[in-house]
Antibody, heavy 120, light 110 residues
Framework: EVQLVESGGDLVQPGGSLRLSCAAS????????MHWVRQAPGKGLVWVSC????????NYEDSVKGRFTISRDNAENTLYLQMSSLRVEDTAMYYC?????????????WGQGTTVTVSS | QSALTQPRSVSGSPGQSVTISCTGT?????????VSWYQQHPGKAPKLIIY???QRPSGVPDRFSGSKSGFTASLTISGLQAEDEADYYC??????????FGGGTKVTVL
């Protein structure tokens, strides 16, 4: 079964750090570009970051540049999002998502999400 | 960076058709045929319903269809059903390893 399982979400104070993980199974993780998408409470989806298959290419949405770092461990089939200098506005459900071999330019696979709350 | 523009809400009666627009720019929708659409029910993860502007993944009912003209992509739901009530998001590649979602449209079945 194709599956993505996020973990690591928590309540953290403004200025704090957190690392999210996304465990992949059931598909060829090492040959799949991966992404993080977030959704603030009651708001829409926002693309956050992407990473190439070998981790050499990454990109970020403007508001998280310099604060978030995406990475991956292909040996462990795991995607990460290191979040630092967290702000109240980073409060959201964070999803990892990815394409499939036959649909390379859309999010076929989604995790169930992990909740990050930034509050004092 | 800016999100693609969608109407906040649309509504229709069962059996009717509704169309959701997604307006971008020459940097995204106007240039690339990599527009996809997602359906999201409350408390659930999004689900892909259209990719590459017009393509439907297996298992998605054929009452869902996509199109594009210029800078605007559209999702049409024909023969609206109660279970189609959800939020819908468009999504486009914008070059340089950047992607944008639309702001989302709430579909209400009257």
């Amino acid at each position: 079964e194709v599956q993505l399982v996020e973990s690591g979400g928590d309540l953290v104070q403004p200025g704090g750090s957190l690392r999210l993980s996304c465990a992949a199974s059931g598909f060829s993780f090492s040959t799949t570009w991966m992404h993080w998408v977030r959704q603030a409470p009651g708001k829409g989806l926002v693309w956050v970051s992407c990473i190439s298959t070998d981790g050499r290419i990454t990109n970020y949405e403007d508001s998280v540049k310099g604060r978030f770092t995406i990475s991956r461990d292909n040996a462990e089939n795991t995607l990460y999002l290191q979040m630092s200098s967290l702000r109240v506005e980073d409060t959201a459900m964070y999803y990892c998502a990815g394409p499939s071999a036959t649909v390379p330019e859309a999010f076929v696979i989604w995790g169930q999400g992990t909740t990050v709350t930034v509050s004092s | 960076q800016s999100a693609l523009t969608q109407p906040r809400s649309v509504s229709g009666s069962p059996g009717q058709s509704v169309t959701i627009s997604c307006t971008g720019t020459s940097r995204d929708v106007g240039t690339y045929n990599y527009v996809s659409w997602y359906q999201q029910h409350p408390g659930k993860a999004p689900k892909l319903i259209i990719y590459d502007v017009t393509q439907r993944p297996s298992g998605v009912p054929d009452r869902f269809s996509g199109s594009k003209s210029g800078f605007t992509a559209s999702l049409t739901i024909s023969g609206l059903q109660a279970e189609d009530e959800a939020d819908y998001y468009c999504y486009s590649f914008a070059g340089s390893f950047t992607w944008f979602f639309g702001g989302g449209t709430k579909v209400t079945v009257l």
